[in-house]
């Protein structure tokens, strides 16, 4: 039974009529909540609470996925479903691609890759932390979205995913005056 604000002498003669003791249950607010009871039962139900409060609770790890801005359509496809795999079981994906060569020229290539990548894992996460480069390498993050039903098939990735992703002219460009002699091509947007 609360017994309201009083002073601490008359909270410690109480307790000490029961033969029990003043526990401080929080010093953060004003005044200090306290709690009369026995101290050794006190601490062997917090500390019960607290094993469970840990046991129920699942360690989140940070699996990576790479990507390289020319990946194939059935590899694009097989990284999707890992993530989703990575997202079932609650983990934050970190998607990383490094650009190698003559890749560094063309990163907005690179961030198309990145960005068709966290559409195809829309349906089961979230972008956490957008694309950023940093040099030679552009990262993202993803979390799992909390409502995902684990017994959901893998996504149709074939239709879904892939389909004008990987065609030809799927982001308007197009490439022309293509020179046999020097085998240069000039790269047009439209």
């Not at 890759?113 to 829309?122: G, I, R």
């Not at 990735?157 to 020097?182: M, P, Q, V, W």
Request: aromatic share 6%; proline share 3%.
């Amino acid at each position: 039974m609360p017994l309201g604000v009083v002073s601490r002498d008359y909270a410690l003669r109480l307790a000490s009529e029961k033969n029990l003791d003043l526990v401080k249950i929080s010093s953060v607010s004003i005044p200090s909540v306290c709690k009369i009871t026995d101290y050794g039962k006190f601490l062997f139900e917090k500390g019960k609470k607290e094993k469970g409060a840990k046991k129920n609770r699942r360690k989140s790890e940070l699996k990576e996925i790479r990507l390289s801005p020319n990946i194939a359509a059935h590899d694009f496809e097989t990284r999707v479903v890992w993530a989703q795999g990575f997202a079932e079981k609650e983990n934050r994906i970190k998607i990383t691609m490094k650009f190698k060569g003559r890749e560094m020229a063309h990163q907005e290539i690179g961030l198309r890759v990145m960005k068709k990548f966290a559409k195809a894992c829309s349906k089961f996460s979230f972008v956490e932390k957008s694309p950023m480069i940093d040099g030679k390498i552009i990262t993202m993050y993803i979390s799992p979205n909390k409502k995902l039903d684990v017994k959901e098939k893998p996504v149709a990735l074939k239709s879904e995913i892939t389909s004008g992703l990987f065609a030809e002219n799927s982001d308007n460009i197009k490439i022309e005056n293509i020179k046999e002699e020097n085998s240069d091509a000039e790269i047009k947007n439209t």
